[in-house]
Nanobody
Framework: QVQLVESGGGSVQPGGSLRLSCTATGSIASILAMRWYRQAPGKQRESVAAISGVNSDVTSYAGSAKGRFTISRDLAKNTVYLQMNSLKPEATAVYYC???????????????WGQGTQGTVSS
């Protein structure tokens, strides 16, 4: 049984910041990649940022996130973070964590999703 649990969502004013966390729990052998997605009402889920690599951290960002958001991870804690600065109302969405990881008991690589956490930017 593997679960991803997000935290750190909330409501901020425009220009404010949020720091999201996602922790993977269960019988995990290793984590290859972790990603953040978001979905606003009436819109499709979109990729925000990703971090991957076994021996090093390789990051990528959506165009709207570059210069504003920072993704990082602590593999010792099986945790990925998303620091979101200079937030605009358009960033209001449910943010989801995704991970590609290898399950310990079977050795299989699988894709997992968290339950989502709400981020709201308004005055």
């Amino acid at each position: 049984q593997v679960q991803l649990v997000e935290s750190g969502g909330g409501s901020v004013q425009p220009g404010g910041s949020l720091r999201l966390s996602c922790t993977a729990t269960g019988s995990i052998a290793s984590i290859l990649a972790m990603r953040w997605y978001r979905q606003a009402p009436g819109k499709q889920r979109e990729s925000v940022a990703a971090i991957s690599g076994v021996n090093s951290d390789v990051t990528s960002y959506a165009g709207s996130a570059k210069g504003r958001f920072t993704i990082s991870r602590d593999l010792a804690k099986n945790t990925v973070y998303l620091q979101m600065n200079s937030l605009k109302p358009e960033a209001t969405a449910v943010y989801y964590c995704n991970a590609v990881l290898r399950v310990l008991v079977t050795g299989q690589w699988s894709d997992y999703w968290g339950q989502g956490t709400q981020g709201t930017v308004s005055s």
